[in-house]
């Protein structure tokens, strides 16, 4: 019989050459992680000072940092390569947003008029919309969606909050603006046809 070749590659070295992939891949997400965590909250930071010091008014402060949060969120694709650390970055704010405001210590978010949860759903939205970028494997729609979030509504609450003059009811004492409303389409189609005619095609690598 023909002799037998040596093995190469045997559970041991497989073993050796997986393993600092392993620790690669775990350094790169949870450097991702920190940063992610540390560039939303010094926009946390921020929005809490200037709404404290009445430099920005309630609606002001809290689209400040809902277009922080956002654009923390365009870094996702870039910075990330699982879900994992998505679902991490998400729900630990939205446990730490759940908890501020039972404190009453998120002036930034808690002092509008209206009864809202937008701000602990808006990390539970950007986790779901990322989890469906995945599902379709384009990261086009997510972006859009991330775009649409911070600038389309923030435009939308300002213009609706200082020119609103024709006011509608959404649903018990809520009310938008017409004006707003406007706002919102023209910002949302500018974004999406913008983005689609590039032809951003961001491919997951999860």
Known sequence: ???RLPTVFSRETALSFTEPIMWTLFLHEALGVALITALTLA??????LLRRREILSPEQSRKLLHVGGCCSALLFPVLFT??????????G???LILWLEHKGSLHAVDDVSRKTYGGALHPVALYLCYLLAIWRGNFTFYEISVLVLALSDTA??????RYGRLPYRVGGDDYRSLEGSAFFFLVTYAIVHHILLLGLDRKSVV
């Open 1 to 3: 019989p023909a002799p």
């Open 43 to 48: 926009v946390f930071a921020i929005g809490e």
């Open 82 to 91: 699982t879900h994992w650390s998505v679902l991490a970055v998400c729900g």
């Open 93 to 95: 704010f939205t446990v």
């Open 156 to 161: 939308a609450a300002l213009v609706g909050e």
